[in-house]
């Protein structure tokens, strides 16, 4: 993306690009980085910068959120499509996608079981339960997603696709729930943040209840640092050149596995879909996230670089921001 069409972030963004702290310099380089964000994107960005300079990364965290909120973070009633499934974003659409693939979402669990007095523990008893044919169980789980469904605004959904993470989901792995947060990059995640294990539940849903959404038109999307908030834990996906041989399938996660060497460093994947409704059948599984966050940001950015540039066949990208920044 061009942050030189809106001056008031530029000169931030050059500066906090070689930041001390690496969750600001992560989202400094990630939007200086990101190339595929059309125009007309940053044309619905740069209103949010009328005010003056960026101070530093609270204030741009900010004036993003108004941006987010106002063209992704919709409400069910809203018209309009978020940005990422408008016309403009066409070049970001997969169009592909195999209506067959299973997609796999990490939700956090203490709102939806907040909004209907329940525990945890008791909704997870109550997946089982269903899982097993039970009928009651089945009731359970349709009031709690028709009462979720309710409070869900329309922001583009991250996934990644099942047999991706199929090792992760194999049978007598314990620490699913924990190699998924590392695999996937959801560095917020983290008991060591919040003081206190992460729940969460696993949706699983095939590609073509999305694909299905927006009256036929939901197909996925690979995504960009404009279709969510600032992410220090996302990496851009470069574009293709001319002579690819390759199309792009899905977006590329930074991995938050603790290795030690760029040649134990595994990229996930990732897409974004259109909002749809949960149903019980939806609900996979349920664990708590007890391991806090292990890899260095920095370590991890920097063995995910020469991974993104091989699949994509792009020793040029992020070239010039790196030779700037000194990294």
């Not at 030690?260 to 749809?276: V, W």
Request: hydrophobic letters at 40%.
């Amino acid at each position: 993306m061009d942050s030189r069409a809106i001056p008031n972030l530029h000169d931030y963004l050059e500066a906090a690009a070689s930041s001390a702290d690496p969750e600001e310099q992560a989202c400094a380089q990630n939007l200086l980085l990101d190339e595929r964000p059309p125009a007309a994107a940053s044309d619905l960005y740069q209103p949010h910068f009328s005010a003056g300079p960026v101070a530093d990364l609270d204030d741009w965290f900010g004036r993003h959120r108004g941006y987010a909120t106002e063209h992704l973070f919709i409400d069910q009633d809203e018209p309009e499509n978020p940005y990422t499934f408008r016309d403009i974003n066409a070049r970001n659409r997969l169009t592909q996608t195999d209506p067959q693939l299973n997609l796999i979402r990490i939700e956090h669990a203490a709102w939806p079981c907040s909004l209907r007095g329940h525990s945890f523990e008791e909704v997870r008893a109550q997946i089982e339960s269903f899982q097993r044919g039970d009928a009651a169980a089945l009731d359970f789980l349709q009031g709690l997603c028709n009462t979720w469904n309710l409070e869900r605004d329309q922001r583009p959904a991250y996934v990644t696709t099942e047999i991706q993470v199929e090792d992760c989901l194999a049978d007598g792995v314990a620490d699913w729930a924990v190699q998924l947060r590392n695999r996937l990059g959801l560095g917020h995640y983290d008991p060591g943040r919040s003081g206190r294990p992460v729940e969460i539940f696993l949706m699983r849903y095939p590609a073509s209840e999305v694909i299905a959404a927006l009256a036929g038109q939901g197909h996925p999307a690979l995504p960009t640092v404009l279709d969510g908030d600032l992410n220090p834990f996302f990496f851009p996906s470069p574009l293709p050149t001319l002579e690819a041989t390759v199309a792009p399938l899905y977006g590329r996660t930074l991995n938050l596995t603790a290795v030690d060497a760029e040649n134990d460093y595994d990229m996930g994947c990732e897409l974004l879909h259109p909002r749809i409704d949960y149903r019980p059948e939806h609900f996979y599984r349920a664990d708590l996230i007890a391991e806090p966050v292990t890899m260095p940001l920095a370590r991890a950015r920097g063995f995910h670089l020469p991974w993104v540039r091989l699949y994509a066949e792009r020793d040029d990208f992020g070239a010039d921001l790196f030779a700037r920044v000194g990294a």
